[in-house]
Nanobody
Framework: VQLQASGGGLVQTGGSLRLSCAVSGRTVSNYGMGWFRQAPGKERDIVAAISWSGDVTYYADSVKGRFTISRDNAKNTVYLQMDSLKPEDTAVYYC?????????????????????WGQGTLVTVSS
């Protein structure tokens, strides 16, 4: 199973980016997925998560109202739309697949609950 994250880059404060995570080697339509981020010297924390159906989402308080997670099961891809970006959003962003919890009603929030990880994509927000 491979997760390929893309879409990171350098953006000014207030700008937008859209991250994509394409999954190969596994059909993801039955499983929850999440986006995490890790800033230098800090822990990897949850940003957003989405249930297998897309009906249930979770957001960290720090991004609520600014970020939107979505998925396209036909394309085996999950997205993270990031608007109104702030310098504190600067981090490496990782997508993850909860591969052993099919049809779960609620997406998981803890990094240890995710089985497969992408390589990360760097988002830098300049002030």
């Amino acid at each position: 199973v491979q997760l390929q994250a893309s879409g990171g880059g350098l953006v000014q404060t207030g700008g937008s980016l859209r991250l994509s995570c394409a999954v190969s080697g596994r059909t993801v339509s039955n499983y929850g997925m999440g986006w995490f981020r890790q800033a230098p010297g800090k822990e990897r924390d949850i940003v957003a998560a989405i249930s297998w159906s897309g009906d249930v989402t979770y957001y960290a308080d720090s991004v609520k109202g600014r970020f939107t997670i979505s998925r396209d099961n036909a394309k085996n891809t999950v997205y993270l739309q990031m608007d109104s970006l702030k310098p504190e959003d600067t981090a490496v962003y990782y997508c993850a697949l909860d591969g052993d919890n099919d049809y779960a009603l609620m997406p998981r929030r803890q990094k240890y609950e995710y089985d497969y990880w992408g390589q990360g994509t760097l988002v830098t927000v300049s002030s």
